[in-house]
C-alpha cells in the first residue's frame, strides 16, 4: 500500500535534511567556528536540525540551509549569553541583595582589575623572598581605621560568625538573647549556625526583654561564651529592653569570658548624618568592650562581599589557626577590593568616593532635579515624593526621603517586564498602575541607558 500524499511529502522533506557535515561547510558557517568553537557550534547544528526534523513532522515546510545556519546562529548567541549581568537598579533599595548590593567606587574597580590582570603579592614577601601571609593584606588599614589589635577576612558574614564560634566555642554553651535569635536572607538562622560549629546555645531573656542578669544566670550555670547578635533585618517595638554593648561586656569580663559582636553591616561611619537612626560604629563596639566583632564588607562598608573579623590578637590568632578559615578565607580579588575601600575612609573621602555612601547622603533637591531632568527628557511622566530604604538587612525601618519618576501604565507589570528584557535590565517598582523609578539608586553613568530603555516602553505608557 503507497503511503498517504502527506506522509510521502514529509518522507520527502525529511530526507532533504542536510546533514551536520552540510552545515559546517556552510559558507556562514566559517564566522561561527571561528567565534564558537568546532564542539560548540556542532552541538548547536544538531539541535537546530532536531528541531528541524521535528518541524517537518508536524507538517511545516523545511527551512533552508540558510535558515537554518541562521537559527544555529541565534542559539549559539543565546547559549553564550551570561547570566550574571549589571543592571540599572531604579528600584530606590540601596543595598538590594538580589542585585548584588554594594556596587563599587572606581578606585576599588582599579585595584581589582590590577590584582587580577597579574601576579600579585598575595602571599609572598618582598623584604624577605619567602612566604607571606594573606592575611596582613587589608589588615593594617583596616586596625589603623577601629582601634583593633588584629583582623581576619573570610569570604563572608556567615562564614564568620561559623568560623568564630567553631574555634571558640565548640562543645561549649553559648548564650545569646532570645530577641537576637534571627534568620536573615537565604534560610541563615544563628540556631542553626550555632548548632554546625558544635556550640550549645541557651537562649536568655524573652523575646522582648533582656536584662544583664539573664546573661550572669547563664554564666553562673557554665556558659563560656557570650554572643550579641544584630537584629538585621526587624524591630522589635514597645515594651523592650536589652543591655548594651558596655554593660554586657562588663558583665562578661567580670567571669573573663569573651564578648562576640555579629554586628550585621558593620558602619565605619555614623549613619545618623544622613538622617537615619544611629547604627553603632565598629569602633564604637570595640571601644565598649567587645573581644571580637564581625560584619559584612558589601554592605554598609560599601566594599566588597566579605566576612569581617577583628578584635582581641589572641582570640584571632585562635580563629586562624582553626583548620576551617583556609576554607572561609578570602581570595585576592576580595583583598584587593577592601584595601581601596578602606584607603577611602582613611583618607577622608569615603563620602564622595563610595557609591552606597554617596546614595545615602543624596539631598532630595537633587534627586528631585534628576527626576525632572528625566521627565523632561522624555516628554512623559510626573515627579512625585516618595522614600528611599536602606535594605541588605541594613536600619530596618528606616526610610530616606526621595523624589521618584512614576509612570501611569496600561499595565504597570507588563511595563516593568518589557524593561527588564532591555539591555542592561532595568528593574523599577511597581505601586498599583505606577511605575515608579527612584534616581537615588540609579548610577550617574547608567542615566543615558535609563531614558533609552524608558523611550522603548512608550507605547505602554498611558498618555
Not at 523592650?240 to 569573651?258: F, G, K, M, V
Request: net charge negative; aromatic share 4%.
Amino acid at each position: 500500500m503507497e503511503p498517504e500524499p502527506s506522509k510521502q511529502l514529509n518522507m520527502v522533506s525529511l530526507r532533504g535534511i542536510p546533514s551536520v557535515d552540510q552545515l559546517l561547510t556552510h559558507p556562514n558557517a566559517e564566522a561561527l567556528l571561528r567565534e564558537f568553537g568546532h564542539d560548540w557550534t556542532t552541538s548547536a547544528i544538531r539541535q537546530v536540525l532536531d528541531e528541524a526534523r521535528g518541524e517537518v513532522r508536524a507538517g511545516k515546510p523545511l527551512p533552508g540551509d540558510q535558515e537554518l545556519i541562521e537559527r544555529v546562529q541565534e542559539l549559539l548567541v543565546t547559549q553564550s549569553e551570561v547570566s550574571l549581568r549589571p543592571v540599572i537598579n531604579a528600584t530606590g533599595v540601596i543595598l538590594h541583595t538580589n542585585l548584588g548590593r554594594a556596587p563599587l567606587s572606581p578606585e576599588t574597580l582599579k585595584q581589582i582589575e590590577l590584582v587580577s590582570a597579574a601576579y600579585s603579592t598575595l602571599e609572598f614577601d618582598l623584604a624577605s623572598g619567602k612566604r607571606g601571609k594573606r592575611d596582613v593584606h587589608a589588615a593594617d588599614l583596616l586596625i589603623r581605621l577601629t582601634g583593633a589589635e588584629a583582623v581576619l577576612i573570610v569570604n563572608n558574614n556567615a562564614g564568620a560568625v561559623l568560623l568564630i564560634l567553631s574555634a571558640l566555642a565548640k562543645g561549649k554553651k553559648v548564650a545569646i538573647s532570645r530577641s537576637q535569635l534571627v534568620e536573615i536572607g537565604g534560610g541563615f538562622r544563628v540556631p542553626d549556625v550555632m548548632k554546625q560549629s558544635g556550640a550549645k546555645l541557651v537562649e536568655v531573656g524573652t523575646t522582648n526583654r533582656t536584662h544583664t542578669a539573664d546573661y550572669e544566670a547563664a554564666i553562673a550555670e557554665g556558659t563560656r561564651l557570650i554572643l550579641w547578635a544584630h537584629q538585621s533585618n526587624f524591630q522589635i517595638v514597645g515594651f523592650t529592653s536589652n543591655p548594651d554593648i558596655a554593660e554586657l561586656a562588663e558583665a562578661t569580663h567580670r567571669s573573663d569570658l569573651p564578648l562576640i559582636v555579629d554586628l550585621g553591616s558593620g558602619a565605619l561611619v555614623d549613619t545618623s548624618r544622613y538622617g537615619l537612626a544611629h547604627e553603632p560604629t565598629v569602633k564604637e563596639v570595640l571601644y565598649a568592650g567587645a573581644d571580637v566583632v564581625c560584619f559584612s564588607g558589601d554592605k554598609l562598608l560599601g566594599g566588597p562581599q566579605a566576612g569581617i573579623i577583628l578584635g582581641k590578637a589572641e582570640l584571632l590568632e585562635k580563629i586562624r589557626k582553626h583548620p576551617l578559615y583556609r576554607a572561609l578565607r578570602a581570595d585576592k580579588l576580595c583583598l584587593a577590593g577592601l584595601n581601596a575601600t578602606f584607603l577611602h575612609y582613611l583618607k577622608g573621602n569615603a563620602e564622595d568616593e563610595i557609591p552606597i555612601l554617596r546614595m545615602l547622603s543624596a539631598k532630595p533637591e537633587d534627586l528631585k532635579a534628576r527626576a525632572s531632568l528625566w521627565a523632561a527628557e522624555l516628554g512623559f511622566g510626573s515627579v512625585i515624593e516618595g522614600v528611599s530604604t536602606v535594605g541588605g538587612g541594613s536600619l530596618p525601618g528606616q526610610d530616606l526621603p526621595t523624589w521618584l519618576l512614576a509612570l501611569r501604565c496600561k499595565s504597570a507589570q507588563k511595563a516593568a517586564g518589557a524593561l527588564r528584557q532591555h539591555n542592561p535590565p532595568i528593574i523599577a517598582r511597581v505601586q498599583e498602575d505606577l511605575l515608579l523609578l527612584d534616581p537615588r539608586t540609579v548610577l550617574p553613568w547608567q542615566e543615558e541607558d535609563l531614558i533609552m530603555g524608558l523611550k522603548s516602553i512608550e507605547k505602554l505608557i498611558e498618555a
